[in-house]
T-cell receptor, first 110, second 113 residues
Framework: GESVGLHLPTLSVQEGDNSIINCAYS??????FIWYKQESGKGPQFIID?????DKRQGQRVTVLLNKTVKHLSLQIAATQPGDSAVYFC?????????FGTGTSLTVIP | DVKVTQSSRYLVKRTGEKVFLECVQD?????MFWYRQDPGLGLRLIYF???????EKGDIPEGYSVSREKKERFSLILESASTNQTSMYLC????????????FGPGTRLTVL
């Protein structure tokens, strides 16, 4: 199986600052990772993904870093905006199914 | 854009009732999934389906069954609802079986009294 956990259940950042959300996984066979954003009352929404043959991937205002040595990935959000307030969680794919973390609730302070 | 819809946003049922949760996707995806989401726990997979009339148990199938008669529709059935099935239920679909992005519906918050 797999165990996926986030380091902080909550995170507050000032608008305009950068946010970093961390995630740890346990199964070294996990080879695909996704970050999801879930706004209140909505289903999770895909943000960015990364495969295990990469250590960094960038999207629009977001960057995912993968450290396979310590089984850790992070999501960095640049210039955080109020609309970024949501729960963020990672998912790890072992090749059989996805395992989801519990989520970090990000609050952006105006 | 992929659209995954769920029949109800909120549902209140009594213990022992049979409950149907419906999910429809409009992007011709082969794969559909049912999860439940509880505070302090990650999404947990109940059942999934890779094709019409095909179903596979996930991590927590006990107390649930599913039906996939048409490609676009995946139903979750609680044969006899219990209070420990009070939860947020999320349906998802994906184009490929795994290692691929899943698109989620808005969720159904089920309360069993």
């Amino acid at each position: 199986g797999e165990s996926v956990g986030l380091h902080l259940p909550t995170l507050s950042v000032q608008e305009g600052d950068n946010s970093i959300i961390n995630c740890a996984y346990s199964n070294s066979a996990s080879d695909y990772f996704i970050w999801y954003k879930q706004e209140s009352g909505k289903g999770p929404q895909f943000i960015i993904d990364i495969r295990s043959n990469m250590d960094k991937r960038q999207g629009q205002r977001v960057t995912v870093l993968l450290n396979k040595t310590v089984k850790h990935l992070s999501l960095q959000i640049a210039a955080t905006q109020p609309g970024d307030s949501a729960v963020y969680f990672c998912a790890a794919d072992t090749g059989n199914q996805f395992y989801f973390g519990t989520g970090t609730s990000l609050t952006v302070i105006p | 854009d992929v659209k995954v819809t769920q029949s109800s946003r909120y549902l209140v049922k009594r213990t022992g009732e049979k409950v149907f949760l419906e999910c429809v996707q409009d992007m011709d995806h082969e794969n559909m999934f049912w999860y439940r989401q509880d505070p302090g726990l990650g999404l947990r997979l109940i059942y999934f389906s890779y094709d019409v009339k095909m179903k596979e148990k996930g991590d927590i199938p006990e107390g649930y069954s599913v039906s996939r008669e048409k490609k676009e529709r995946f139903s979750l059935i609680l044969e006899s609802a219990s209070t420990n099935q009070t939860s947020m239920y999320l349906c998802a679909s994906s184009l490929l079986p795994r290692s691929y992005e899943q698109f989620f519906g808005p969720g159904t918050r089920l309360t069993v009294l």
